[in-house]
């Protein structure tokens, strides 16, 4: 090993020390953790867990909570992920084309919840939707209508988590498009013009596939953040009502510190991480021939 690799490696042992703690320790950990029956009374002894395989792993795919968990963050993601692109994609056109003044002022407002506190702004969301005090509640008053509970009904708890999160991550999205059409060349799109196409057919067969790359890249961000979805129901719902709400990030939470069954927890967690590579994987490979 030269001097050169030699300095490399020195300069790169506290950020080793600090990855191997905090990271890949506490990883390894719970993925040792999840083939035991580890729980509050082993914390102190840890070594005391009793080893009991892949019997966290079966007993998942037995509990109907985590099933519904499962199908929960399912719904969220395959309604939101669209939802979100859909809208950001709209938004990034539309200032990149269609706003000509402020358009500063109106990527910062779009922008804005992405930087916010997620608590504070479930929190206030809370309040908008609260069927008695709430400011939706207060406007359907003044016109003699009666506003549903959006967070107590069973049917509309998830679309209104859906709505928050879709609201909260269109910055996020728009800011990468805005970037992706920003980078198309100006050539392209005047020989678009040139060759007789409209507004729709330019955005459709320039703009859309020339984006492709920058969709790939928000689509899968998004999925990932979807998939993890936690604070939205924990602090609006707490997975009501009857669990319609529960997520999966939520139910490992409960199960790994509410009711302590930290070995179930990690279970849940490897489940999860499963999931998401395989959701990654497949929409790399669906995507990888028109982005090369």
Same mark, same amino acid.
């Given at each position: 090993?030269?001097?050169?690799?030699?300095?490399?490696?020195?300069?790169?042992?506290?950020?080793?020390?600090?990855?191997?703690?905090?990271?890949?320790?506490?990883?390894?950990?719970?993925?040792?953790?999840?083939?035991?029956?580890?729980?509050?009374?082993?914390?102190?002894?840890?070594?005391?867990?009793?080893?009991?395989?892949?019997?966290?792993?079966?007993?998942?795919?037995?509990?109907?909570?985590?099933?519904?968990?499962?199908?929960?963050?399912?719904?969220?993601?395959?309604?939101?992920?669209?939802?979100?692109?859909?809208?950001?994609?709209?938004?990034? @056109? /539309?200032?990149? $084309?269609?706003?000509?003044? +402020?358009?500063?002022?109106f990527? #910062? =407002?779009?922008? *804005? &919840?992405?930087?916010?506190?997620?608590?504070?702004v479930?929190?206030?969301?809370?309040? @908008? /939707?609260?069927? $008695?005090?709430?400011?939706? +509640?207060?406007?359907?008053?003044? #016109? =003699?209508?009666? *506003? &549903?509970?959006?967070?107590?009904?069973e049917?509309?708890?998830?679309?209104?988590l859906?709505? /928050?999160?879709?609201?909260?991550?269109?910055?996020?999205?728009?800011?990468?498009?805005?970037?992706?059409?920003?980078?198309?060349?100006?050539?392209?799109?005047e020989?678009?013009?040139?060759?007789?196409?409209?507004?729709?057919?330019?955005?459709?067969?320039?703009?859309v596939?020339?984006?492709?790359p920058?969709?790939?890249?928000?689509?899968?961000?998004?999925?990932?953040?979807?998939?993890?979805?936690?604070?939205?129901?924990?602090?609006?719902?707490?997975?009501?009502?009857?669990?319609?709400?529960?997520?999966?990030?939520?139910?490992?939470?409960?199960?790994?510190?509410n009711?302590?069954?930290?070995?179930?927890?990690?279970?849940?967690?490897?489940?999860?991480?499963?999931?998401?590579?395989?959701?990654?994987?497949?929409?790399?490979?669906?995507?990888?021939?028109?982005?090369?």
């Amino acid at each position: 090993m030269g001097v050169q690799h030699l300095a490399g490696w020195l300069f790169s042992t506290p950020f080793l020390a600090v990855f191997g703690t905090f990271m890949a320790l506490p990883i390894l950990a719970t993925l040792v953790m999840s083939f035991t029956d580890f729980g509050l009374g082993n914390v102190t002894d840890p070594f005391s867990a009793k080893f009991i395989g892949f019997g966290n792993y079966t007993r998942l795919f037995h509990d109907a909570t985590f099933v519904d968990a499962l199908l929960n963050t399912a719904y969220f993601v395959v309604v939101g992920v669209p939802l979100t692109i859909a809208l950001g994609m709209a938004a990034a @056109v /539309l200032l990149n $084309s269609g706003v000509d003044r +402020a358009r500063t002022l109106f990527r #910062v =407002g779009f922008y *804005a &919840p992405v930087v916010t506190s997620i608590v504070a702004v479930a929190v206030v969301w809370r309040f @908008v /939707l609260d069927p $008695s005090d709430g400011l939706i +509640a207060g406007v359907a008053s003044e #016109v =003699g209508l009666t *506003a &549903p509970d959006f967070l107590g009904s069973e049917t509309l708890a998830m679309p209104s988590l859906i709505a /928050l999160a879709v609201w909260r991550n269109l910055g996020t999205v728009m800011v990468l498009f805005l970037a992706g059409l920003q980078a198309i060349p100006g050539e392209v799109r005047e020989a678009a013009r040139l060759d007789g196409a409209g507004a729709w057919g330019e955005f459709r067969r320039i703009t859309v596939p020339l984006l492709r790359p920058t969709t790939l890249y928000a689509t899968v961000i998004t999925t990932i953040g979807y998939l993890n979805v936690f604070e939205e129901p924990f602090v609006m719902t707490q997975g009501g009502p009857s669990n319609s709400t529960m997520t999966v990030s939520l139910d490992m939470y409960r199960e790994g510190f509410n009711f302590f069954h930290m070995g179930y927890a990690s279970a849940m967690a490897y489940v999860l991480l499963v999931v998401i590579m395989a959701i990654t994987m497949l929409q790399l490979r669906l995507l990888k021939d028109n982005t090369t």
